[in-house]
């Protein structure tokens, strides 16, 4: 994941309720001793001692209490104490929001807004929104604003929106003034996403550093993600690693991975492999799927560790389920070639390759395409073989113009679909737009003959002279032809053919050192 994918995501999950930053409506006051009890868990998981916090949370949930319901669905959400697991997550909300809790309202909202361990629904989640943002959590209003202007489980409604908005705005204004690292981080979040405020990375930032300066783990972060950035201040790498560090320590599970990531490269703090793989470890200890896969590197490498491929290759699977695309293209590569201590195993490779694929990557598309062509370790199906290759053309990389490439040649060869001079000079088309020769060199036969696209001999000469001039020997030679004897409109030039075959010839064209044999025998005789 990119920083900009972490701010991105930071922003999107930024209004999963925490503790109240501005008092919704009045819940039975817990008992003297079960309110400190609550207090010293919140104050051990803001210091990120999150096992003791959890360890408290845990009986008084059992117990009902609706207020540790709802933190330790919050853990269990993170991963912060616990394990990652959203379904956990779910139960626990749902008995505190049975309770009338609005924290665990909001964040049960946001589960079934984002299908996380529940399947995802956007009526329910409006539903649980808006009993929280009627207790007046202003993270709830926020929430059902969004809702309203993006149309999610509601119709749109800009007039709604603009209401709830403004009642959020409210109360994270008057709670951040009044001191709430929490509101002031919400604020934060609103101007960074633009919603029912005008966006501003400047007044963003402002935010986020009140926040952090009071040890608000997630303002320490997202101040971190700025520094890296440079948005809404000048980028420096060392506050960025600073801030990072801040929040890592207090067990944060991202700033530990990015950390990592700089330890790795000597961005912002001085190179060391050891604190890398120590940082990723801490990470990837909590499901991290960045560290797993970077630690699983680094263990394949013996960086900053002992090697040792049997754990990397379970550090790399772990993030592969999970979705790391990078995992999933790097174990298809290994299972494919055998290599860094893994056995050669075609239907592995081909099953992650499958599952990169699935996730749109074009290099993972156009090889899922020729293992189903020539049927390795996949049953071979023509079908699927251009289904993936079409996905593959569709972007704009180079795995992309070899798919357009392949897709050409094989319309016009009527392998695997039927015969289409037409489809094929298309396809051509679009892969000699990126200057690939081959296209180029096969394109410029079809414009020059008329065949599935009108004749057009000016521009087949350009395509083959565009092939040559990026060295093809075959273009080379054939345009040294053109020119010998003047076909094709080039207009005949001696000269010009002696400095193509020449350079065809050089490059071991036997066939080009032929007819450059001929050529001078016969200026030999005219003479």
Request: hydrophobic share 40%; aromatic share 10%.
């Amino acid at each position: 994941m990119t920083v900009q994918k972490h701010l991105a995501a930071l922003t999107a999950a930024a209004f999963l309720a925490a503790a109240p930053c501005a008092a919704p409506a009045a819940a039975p006051a817990a008992p003297a001793a079960v309110q400190q009890q609550l207090d010293k868990a919140e104050t051990a998981f803001n210091a990120g001692r999150d096992a003791d916090a959890v360890a408290i949370w845990q009986p008084l949930a059992e117990t009902g209490n609706a207020q540790a319901q709802a933190r330790l669905g919050k853990a269990y959400y993170q991963g912060r104490g616990v394990l990652q697991d959203y379904a956990q997550a779910v139960q626990w909300f749902e008995k505190s929001a049975a309770q009338g809790n609005a924290l665990a309202q909001n964040n049960l909202g946001v589960m079934y807004y984002y299908g996380h361990g529940v399947a995802k629904d956007p009526a329910k989640s409006v539903q649980w929104m808006r009993k929280a943002a009627e207790q007046g959590l202003p993270q709830a209003q926020r929430n059902l604003g969004a809702d309203y202007e993006d149309g999610f489980g509601v119709a749109k409604d800009p007039r709604e929106a603009a209401k709830w908005y403004k009642k959020a705005l409210a109360g994270y204004e008057k709670a951040a003034a009044q001191g709430s690292a929490q509101a002031q981080f919400n604020l934060a979040m609103m101007y960074s996403g633009g919603r029912g405020v005008e966006k501003s990375d400047e007044k963003s930032f402002e935010w986020l550093e009140k926040a952090a300066r009071q040890g608000y783990t997630e303002a320490e972060y997202a101040l971190g993600l700025r520094y890296g950035l440079g948005r809404g201040v000048a980028k420096d790498d060392a506050q960025a690693a600073a801030w990072y560090r801040k929040a890592a320590e207090k067990g944060h599970t991202a700033a530990a991975g990015l950390l990592g990531s700089r330890y790795l490269t000597g961005n912002g703090v001085a190179k060391d492999d050891k604190q890398a793989a120590e940082w990723f470890a801490k990470a990837a200890a909590k499901g991290d799927a960045f560290a797993q896969y970077n630690l699983g590197l680094m263990y394949n490498l013996g960086r900053g560790v002992p090697q040792d491929r049997t754990r990397s290759i379970d550090l790399l699977t772990k993030a592969a389920e999970q979705g790391r695309l990078s995992a999933q293209y790097l174990l298809y590569s290994l299972y494919a070639q055998g290599r860094n201590g893994v056995p050669q195993d075609d239907k592995q490779a081909s099953y992650w390759l499958a599952k990169a694929a699935e996730q749109g990557d074009p290099r993972a598309e156009y090889n899922m395409a020729v293992r189903y062509r020539i049927g390795r370790g996949v049953e071979k199906d023509d079908a699927k073989a251009i289904e993936w290759l079409k996905k593959a053309a569709a972007h704009e990389t180079s795995a992309s113009v070899l798919a357009q490439y392949d897709l050409g040649s094989l319309y016009l060869k009527g392998e695997g679909v039927a015969q289409d001079d037409k489809q094929a000079a298309e396809w051509l088309e679009k892969a000699a737009g990126h200057d690939y020769i081959h296209a180029q060199k096969k394109l410029a036969a079809l414009v020059i003959t008329g065949t599935g696209t009108p004749q057009d001999t000016a521009k087949g000469m350009e395509l083959l002279r565009a092939a040559a001039e990026q060295g093809d020997a075959t273009s080379q030679t054939l345009l040294g032809m053109a020119y010998n004897t003047g076909l094709f409109g080039i207009g005949q030039d001696p000269a010009q053919a002696r400095v193509w075959l020449e350079k065809a010839a050089a490059q071991g064209s036997k066939e080009a050192r032929a007819y450059l044999e001929r050529v001078r025998d016969g200026q030999k005789t005219g003479e």
